[in-house]
């Protein structure tokens, strides 16, 4: 199984649990509509990686910048930086065909996290930055979700459980789009404005 890194501790997560459309901006800037429950989707432990490696067979990807958290009895306990990679191009076809997303979103690869560190304060005071090139590309905070993590995994568990070491993955702010091989990512999480987490990724 691939694994996360908490505290230099190995983590092997079953799941990574997704929550979509959960910022404003974002859902303007892909012209969906703002939905009336959550949406949900998972990501597989084959689809976790600490490499940001361009998916094979393809011409075009997007990435997703978002706060990721560890879950532990059910409760958060540790927060990364965390880039959900999506074929664009491929989800489009099949959300106008009503058909299911992993083609598109669980792809080898496709859940990529810094590592984690143990998290006690308040998450509300939590942010995300996202540098591309140097170039900020996408930054955002909790303040800004329509559902906060808390209210997130409560509805997640009206359906589903948590396993110890599972993630959640809590949306992305506005600012999406494409790489290419040979792009420099630095992702940060912030609290009370300061960095907490920072990691860059080449892409390979």
Same mark, same amino acid.
């Given at each position: 199984?691939?694994?996360?890194?908490?505290?230099?501790?190995?983590?092997?997560?079953?799941?990574?649990?997704?929550?979509?459309?959960?910022?404003?901006?974002?859902?303007?800037?892909?012209?969906?509509?703002?939905?009336?429950?959550?949406?949900?989707?998972?990501?597989?432990?084959?689809?976790?990686?600490?490499?940001?490696?361009?998916?094979?067979?393809?011409?075009?990807?997007?990435?997703?910048?978002?706060?990721?958290?560890?879950?532990?009895?059910?409760?958060?306990?540790?927060?990364?930086?965390?880039?959900?990679?999506?074929?664009?191009?491929?989800?489009?076809?099949?959300?106008?065909?009503?058909?299911?997303?992993?083609?598109?979103?669980?792809?080898?690869?496709?859940?990529?996290?810094?590592? =984690?560190? #143990? @998290?006690? /304060?308040?998450?509300?005071?939590?942010?995300?930055?996202?540098?591309?090139? $140097? !170039?900020? %590309?996408?930054?955002?905070?909790?303040?800004?979700?329509?559902?906060?993590?808390?209210?997130?995994?409560?509805?997640?568990?009206? =359906?589903? #459980? @948590?396993? /110890?070491?599972?993630?959640?993955?809590?949306?992305?702010?506005?600012?999406? $789009? !494409?790489? %290419?091989?040979?792009?420099?990512?630095?992702?940060?999480?912030?609290?009370?404005?300061?960095?907490?987490?920072?990691?860059?990724? =080449?892409? #390979?």
């Amino acid at each position: 199984m691939n694994k996360i890194l908490l505290d230099d501790n190995e983590i092997f997560s079953s799941k990574v649990v997704c929550i979509g459309r959960n910022y404003i901006e974002h859902i303007k800037e892909l012209k969906n509509e703002i939905p009336e429950e959550m949406v949900f989707f998972i990501k597989p432990n084959s689809s976790i990686s600490n490499k940001l490696i361009f998916p094979k067979n393809q011409n075009s990807c997007h990435y997703e910048a978002e706060i990721s958290f560890l879950i532990k009895d059910n409760k958060i306990s540790a927060v990364a930086f965390g880039l959900d990679l999506t074929l664009r191009k491929i989800q489009n076809k099949l959300k106008q065909k009503g058909l299911p997303w992993e083609r598109a979103k669980a792809f080898d690869g496709a859940a990529v996290f810094s590592k =984690f560190i #143990s @998290f006690k /304060d308040d998450i509300s005071k939590l942010g995300i930055e996202l540098f591309i090139n $140097g !170039e900020l %590309k996408q930054k955002g905070d909790i303040s800004m979700m329509i559902n906060k993590p808390l209210q997130i995994i409560k509805e997640a568990n009206t =359906f589903l #459980s @948590f396993e /110890d070491g599972d993630i959640l993955m809590s949306g992305t702010p506005s600012g999406v $789009g !494409e790489f %290419k091989k040979g792009d420099i990512f630095v992702g940060k999480i912030l609290f009370e404005n300061k960095i907490i987490v920072e990691e860059e990724f =080449f892409v #390979s």
